[in-house]
């Protein structure tokens, strides 16, 4: 069975030249991981202090860092996020910063 989708709407194309990005603007991100001793309070209070997110945000960084063992919280340049990475692991939650694929 094939399908025919229709667009009703024509794509138009601009005669630009277009430029490929090779290399995002932020190519790091900072990675937050589970473990068997912070409390759900704690790591969302963290991520609240720290990365400033919202209360919705940082319950639902927590949700996934649980259910997942981790979860990049945040994406930046390593001397951005390099002081967040300290911060949360002063306060003794696993956190490391690591390099997004492909970059």
């Known amino acids: 069975m094939s399908l025919n989708l229709h667009n009703p709407r024509p794509v ?3 005669d630009e030249d277009t430029a490929v990005l090779t290399t995002p ?3 790091f991100s900072l990675v937050v991981w589970n473990d068997e001793v912070n409390t759900f309070e704690w790591v ?3 991520l609240m202090e720290v990365c400033g997110h919202s209360l919705e ?4 960084c927590a949700m996934i860092i649980h259910t997942k063992g981790k979860y990049a ?3 930046g340049s390593y001397d951005e ?3 967040q990475c300290d ?6 939650i696993g956190a490391t910063i690591e ?3 492909g970059t």
Do not use: H, N
Request: aromatic share 4%.
């Open 87 to 92: 911060a949360i692991t002063e306060r003794g």
């Open 57 to 60: 945000q940082a319950e639902q």
């Open 73 to 75: 919280v945040k994406q």
């Open 99 to 101: 390099e997004i694929a």
């Open 44 to 46: 969302i209070q963290t």
């Open 25 to 27: 603007d932020d190519p």
């Open 12 to 14: 138009q194309y601009e």
């Open 81 to 83: 996020l390099k002081p």
